[in-house]
C-alpha cells in the first residue's frame, strides 16, 4: 500500500516556474515507477510524464517536453515535478501515480496509486 500527497502548486504567471512534489509513505517506494498526469475543466486526464523506479528513465509528454523535467529521490520517498516556462494551457489539477511497471506507463489505468492532486493555475 502507498499513499501519495503532492504539493506545491499554486499561481504563477507565464513564463513562470513551480516545482511540484509528491510524497510517498510505505517502505516500498523505491520499487515503483512514478507518473504525473494532469486534469483541466471539462478534459481528460492527461499524460506528463514519468520516471522509472531507479531514475534512470523519463520520459515526457510531447506538449511538456523540454519544459518540464521530473526526478525522485528515493531516501525521501518523494519525486518531483519541475515546471519551466509555464503556460496558461498548463493550469489543471495535477496528479501523481504509483505503478508496479518497471518503467512507469502513459496510461492512467496503469497506475496502482493516486494522490488527490495539487492545482496549478497560470496567468497571462
Known amino acids: 500500500q502507498v499513499q501519495l500527497v503532492e504539493s506545491g502548486g499554486g499561481l504563477v504567471q507565464a513564463g513562470g516556474s513551480l516545482r511540484l512534489s509528491c510524497a510517498a509513505s510505505?517502505?516500498?517506494?523505491?520499487?515503483?515507477?512514478m507518473g504525473w498526469f494532469r486534469q483541466a475543466p471539462g478534459k481528460e486526464r492527461e499524460f506528463v510524464g514519468a520516471i522509472s523506479w531507479s531514475g534512470g528513465i523519463t520520459y515526457y509528454s510531447d506538449s511538456v517536453k523540454g519544459r518540464f523535467s521530473i526526478s525522485r529521490d528515493n531516501a525521501k520517498n518523494t519525486v518531483y515535478l519541475q515546471m519551466n516556462s509555464l503556460k496558461p494551457e498548463d493550469t489543471a489539477v495535477y496528479y501523481c501515480?504509483?505503478?508496479?511497471?518497471?518503467?512507469?506507463?502513459?496510461?492512467?489505468?496503469?497506475?496502482?496509486?493516486w494522490g488527490q492532486g495539487t492545482q496549478v493555475t497560470v496567468s497571462s
Open positions: 501515480a504509483a505503478g508496479d511497471r518497471r518503467y512507469g506507463s502513459r496510461r492512467y489505468d496503469e497506475y496502482d496509486y
Open positions: 510505505g517502505r516500498t517506494f523505491s520499487s515503483y515507477a
